[in-house]
């Protein structure tokens, strides 16, 4: 009842606002504009991030920049609504987000022209990844100087071991599972057969998926669009002739070209969606609700999976994400629970250590697990704890497997003159010494504390996954798949983007609605090699998908698949 007394003052205030600027909102609505400007940049989330209550410094942000996929979701069904919108204009610039928020992006753009507006999309540069962005649209604007750096994707494995071998390095790790292909970054002169399918297969999916949006988008069939992807990259010149764009245009001429009107020597600029909500005579007011929104718990399972609660960087720390997990769980507003997972794996305690809060929390309130990035071997047990796993199509699901190891360092302290002698008492008392290798007494005792390993996360996903040991055992082994062939070996139970899965939380916690808030639980994240990782692999097990050994490239840059 406390609460009451200040919604209500809060929104007498609103409603106050909102009366004293209506007769300057009534003068500016014979000016409401017809066009409104957007511009795509950066990573762009699905939900806003929060801002510090106190920023001092930085950039400033670029006008009509989206902060994100929700808000800019929010600011189409408002435009879509107004009969003298006549559609939008977006700005793409250095826009670099996963497939999952790219046809996450898409969709938000069809259902807008769905209601008879239009799109015209401009850039100077855009990549692989931005074209099927800047495709989508009704018309495809490139400035004059600018360029389609359209060439499809390409794939690097890498191997060290020859290289570690000439400076007196040698990496001892036994792994269980031909496809868990991780400790080949370390131990192999070359890239074997398996990492070069693997690879493959996700190259080939990624480039299917290319080809079928330039077809649907410039009306080009599957051959004509591989074509213009071996013809890229292109100039602006070129890229028109192709049909890639439809008119090359400086950005000053963007309102001309709109047929926009301008003032007396000005050229007309494109109006931001800040500048057509203030010609609305009642725009939308964000009024505090008597009645709270439903609530949804986000915790994050991001980056490689390390005991303990700190250090320096990217990390899922266990401490951490558990005391998050906890939080969520206590958290009696949150009804249901969407655990975001974007992690390779990592430690195999840690990784227990976490499936076994989030099936804690699963008894309070129902869990979800989401991933549109990678969620392998660590990763994916943590995520067998939720009631449901959904994926994105093209995300990295799977490397159910195990590797235990060290690296030895003998060889290159006796080139540096450094000479060390081990003294043991016991068989297995030098088992972590990185002057040698290991002994044949030693190696059986790593055989079997990876075989018990391995059996142990086959059974907890066989539990999960409602299989039998043999069944999961088929499709492990380190085997990893794409969202849509995880789905189909039954490790994923729906393909969905990150909105659906927060709609469907809230229908499994019995409070529907397309209308909710979400807060995050988890500690920040910051770098930490995978190579620091490995280093200390020898005890305890370790479930991981190696994302340092091979990346996706397009375009002169690369991303790892992490």
């Known amino acids: 009842m406390l609460r009451l007394p200040f919604l209500l003052l809060a929104n007498l205030l609103l409603g106050l606002r909102l009366l004293l600027g209506l007769p300057f909102r009534l003068m500016a609505a014979r000016k409401r504009p017809t066009w409104i400007r957007f511009r795509l940049a950066g990573s762009l989330p699905y939900r806003p991030r929060p801002m510090p209550r106190f920023r001092l410094g930085g950039t400033p942000t670029e006008p009509a920049t989206v902060t994100s996929?929700?808000?800019?979701?929010?600011?189409?069904?408002?435009?879509?609504?107004?009969?003298?919108?006549?559609?939008?204009?977006?700005?793409?610039?250095?826009?670099?987000?996963?497939?999952?928020?790219?046809?996450?992006?898409?969709?938000?753009?069809?259902?807008?022209?769905?209601?008879?507006?239009?799109?015209?999309?401009?850039?100077?540069?855009?990549?692989?990844?931005?074209?099927?962005?800047?495709?989508?649209?009704?018309?495809?604007?490139?400035?004059?100087?600018?360029?389609?750096?359209?060439?499809?994707?390409?794939?690097?494995?890498?191997?060290?071991?020859?290289?570690?071998?000439?400076?007196?390095?040698?990496?001892?790790?036994a792994r269980r599972g031909d496809y868990k292909t991780a400790p080949e970054l370390f131990t192999d002169g070359r890239v074997s057969d398996i990492q070069r399918q693997t690879l493959e297969s996700f190259l080939d999916e990624r480039y299917a998926a290319l080809v079928e949006a330039l077809s649907s988008d410039r009306g080009k069939t599957p051959e004509e669009a591989r074509a213009l992807i071996d013809a890229g990259p292109y100039s602006a010149k070129r890229a028109q002739e192709a049909g890639l764009v439809d008119g090359l245009v400086h950005e000053a001429d963007l309102g001309a070209h709109l047929g926009l009107e301008a003032k007396k020597d000005e050229e007309p600029p494109v109006p931001t969606y800040d500048a057509y909500l203030a010609t609305l005579a009642f725009p939308p007011v964000k009024w505090r609700r008597l009645r709270r929104k439903p609530r949804l718990a986000v915790v994050d399972v991001a980056g490689i999976i390390i005991p303990g609660s700190g250090g320096a960087g990217r990390f899922a720390a266990a401490d951490t994400v558990v005391k998050a997990l906890r939080r969520a769980g206590r958290d009696k507003r949150a009804k249901a629970v969407v655990l975001a997972v974007a992690s390779p794996g990592g430690s195999a305690l840690a990784s227990e250590q976490i499936l076994e809060a989030v099936k804690r929390v699963a008894k309070q309130k129902p869990v979800i697990a989401y991933v549109d990035q990678v969620c392998a071997s660590g990763g994916y047990m943590a995520a067998i704890g939720a009631k449901e796993i959904w994926s994105a199509p093209h995300a990295v699901v799977g490397?159910?497997?195990?590797?235990?190891?060290?690296?030895?360092?003998?060889?290159?302290?006796?080139?540096?003159?450094?000479?060390?002698?081990?003294?043991?008492?016991?068989?297995?008392?030098?088992?972590?010494?990185?002057?040698?290798?290991?002994?044949?007494?030693?190696?059986?005792?790593?055989?079997?504390?990876?075989?018990?390993?391995?059996?142990?996360?086959?059974?907890?996903?066989?539990?999960?996954?409602?299989?039998?040991?043999?069944?999961?055992?088929?499709?492990?082994?380190?085997?990893?798949?794409?969202?849509?062939?995880?789905?189909?070996?039954?490790?994923?139970?729906?393909?969905?983007?990150?909105?659906?899965?927060?709609?469907?939380?809230?229908?499994?916690?019995?409070?529907?609605?397309?209308?909710?808030?979400?807060?995050?639980?988890?500690?920040?994240?910051?770098?930490?090699?995978?190579?620091?990782?490995?280093?200390?692999?020898?005890?305890?097990?370790?479930?991981?998908?190696?994302?340092?050994?091979?990346?996706?490239?397009?375009?002169?840059?690369?991303?790892?698949?992490?």
């Open 69 to 173: 996929l929700e808000a800019l979701g929010r600011a189409l069904k408002v435009l879509a609504a107004d009969p003298k919108v006549e559609g939008i204009l977006l700005e793409i610039e250095g826009l670099g987000i996963p497939d999952a928020r790219r046809e996450a992006l898409r969709g938000l753009l069809s259902d807008f022209q769905a209601a008879g507006k239009r799109v015209v999309s401009w850039a100077v540069m855009v990549d692989t990844d931005a074209y099927p962005v800047l495709g989508a649209a009704d018309e495809v604007l490139l400035a004059p100087m600018g360029r389609v750096e359209l060439v499809g994707y390409a794939a690097q494995a890498t191997v060290l071991g020859e290289a570690f071998g000439r400076v007196g390095i040698h990496a001892h790790f």
């Open 399 to 562: 490397s159910i497997g195990v590797f235990v190891g060290k690296f030895e360092y003998g060889e290159l302290l006796e080139k540096l003159g450094i000479h060390r002698t081990t003294l043991a008492r016991g068989e297995n008392a030098a088992f972590f010494s990185s002057s040698r290798g290991f002994t044949p007494h030693e190696r059986a005792a790593l055989e079997r504390e990876v075989e018990e390993s391995y059996q142990s996360f086959l059974e907890l996903v066989a539990q999960a996954r409602g299989r039998t040991k043999e069944e999961i055992h088929q499709r492990a082994e380190g085997r990893v798949y794409s969202g849509v062939r995880a789905k189909d070996a039954g490790l994923v139970d729906r393909i969905g983007g990150f909105e659906e899965v927060c709609r469907h939380a809230l229908d499994e916690a019995r409070v529907p609605s397309d209308d909710f808030d979400i807060v995050r639980y988890g500690g920040p994240r910051a770098r930490l090699s995978l190579l620091k990782l490995l280093m200390g692999a020898a005890h305890p097990a370790t479930y991981a998908f190696c994302t340092a050994a091979w990346s996706l490239q397009r375009s002169g840059s690369s991303t790892r698949i992490e």
